[in-house]
T-cell receptor, first 114, second 113 residues
């Protein structure tokens, strides 16, 4: 248990569906991240939120829409996805401040797009 | 952030020390060396980080060469549960970079019984 939870853990959806991934952290952190990990590829950073404000969008297609209502919750809204979007989606959080602060990762959501 | 080079895979016998190397020859003075690991189908887990001095915690030791161009992560008594992909990441901790981590392919460490 890292203090970062993700739901659902597994999701199967069709290309016309709309679904959302949820991430919650109980660590008092104020920065949250979405990463994507496709099969046999390195983790790719998707979005960064600092104090609920999006500070980075790593050229992610608009069919992925993040939402950060507060420092403890992060969502990834999905619509009209493609089969190549099937991957492990990981959420992470960290505490902003001086000096190095490690990121804590959730267990991920395994997404399959049919 | 500086690039890192790691062997794609390593094997280690259970109970023995696992020494995982990482080259980061272009590291700059204010860049830290981080190690994370990812057990199959789980999220990455922070292990340790360092700047210049060797570091030790309950999970591992980090040895950084004097010129800082390479480092070694040491798991003193590897167990089967240490089988994972180990990532060496070099990053700058100054402000304005979103503190993002750039993951490479890492080293798959397999601990054998």
């Amino acid at each position: 248990e890292t203090g970062v939870t993700q739901t659902p853990r597994h999701l199967v959806m069709g290309m016309t569906n709309k679904k959302s991934l949820k991430c919650e952290q109980h660590l008092g952190h104020n920065a949250m991240y979405w990463y994507k990990q496709s099969a046999k590829k390195p983790l790719e950073l998707m979005f960064v939120y600092n104090f609920k404000e999006q500070t980075e969008n790593n050229s992610v297609p608009s069919r992925f829409s993040p939402e950060c209502p507060n420092s403890s919750h992060l969502f990834l809204h999905l619509h009209t996805l493609q089969p190549e979007d099937s991957a492990l989606y990981l959420c992470a959080s960290r505490k902003l401040g001086s000096g190095p602060n490690e990121q804590f990762f959730g267990p991920g959501t395994r997404l399959t797009v049919l | 952030d500086a690039k890192t080079t790691q062997p794609p895979s390593m094997d280690c016998a259970e109970g023995r020390a696992a020494n995982l190397p990482c080259n980061h020859s272009t590291i700059s003075g204010n860049e830290y060396v981080y190690w994370y690991r990812q057990i199959h189908s789980q999220g990455p887990q922070y292990i340790i980080h360092g700047l210049k001095n060797n570091e030790t915690n309950e999970m591992a030791s980090l040895i950084i060469t004097e010129d800082r161009k390479s480092s070694t992560l040491i798991l003193p008594h590897a167990t089967l549960r240490d089988t994972a992909v180990y990532y060496c990441i070099v990053r700058d901790n100054s402000g304005g970079s979103n503190y993002k981590l750039t993951f490479g392919k890492g080293t798959l460490l397999t601990v054998n019984p």
